[in-house]
């Protein structure tokens, strides 16, 4: 699945990926089947639309001048419009003038979007990470440990609590290649803080809003 990723500096588009991209212009872009626009208030306002068998499918991602978001869905079955995910996407006072907003490709009703303000950004290069969830971090985790024509991929986890391996279950073992592949399932226990390094991507689970104050 394609993202088209566009960058936002002073109010305005300056950059994209270029994904499946049609135009280009400071305050609009179509690209990945999304028309993004920036609105003479600050606001971006971005749409996906397409016809399939059952009638249109219509997708929208919205971001106010104060960084709260909302992406919804409209399909034919429904008279409501769905609200997928909405809440505030930067600090206060920070705004949306500068930043990264990513728009998926895909089917209408499984496309996602989302909108990276400049701090944010910088929070995740600082640590070293791929994206935060702000979920409790005691829970189960689902990982996964292969070996795939001789290169072995194993994810693991570090916390400030205390993992547990509960389960090893072979998913895939090929006796011709030697392929194998199996899910780890680990359980994370006393933490404020877990981060799961998959594919050499981490991604911290936490409940603390301040990830500075963390020891990570």
Known sequence: MANLVLIIKNGDF???NGKYQNKFEKKRVEGNGWIARIEKD???KCEAKR???DGEYCIRYNVKNNGYAKLTLKTPNSKEVKNLRYGFVTPKGEGIKNGVLTLSGGRIDERF???RCESFIKLLKKY???GIKHINPNTEYS???STINGVKRSDTVQTDGIPKAISKKLLMHDKKTGNTKYECKVKVNNASWAIICSNGMRFLYTEVQ???KLSL
């Open 14 to 16: 300056v950059e994209s």
């Open 42 to 44: 600050g606001t971006i």
């Open 51 to 53: 016809t399939y068998s």
């Open 113 to 115: 979007a989302y909108f």
């Open 128 to 130: 070293n990470l791929k």
């Open 143 to 145: 990982m996964i440990e």
């Open 210 to 212: 301040d990830i500075d």
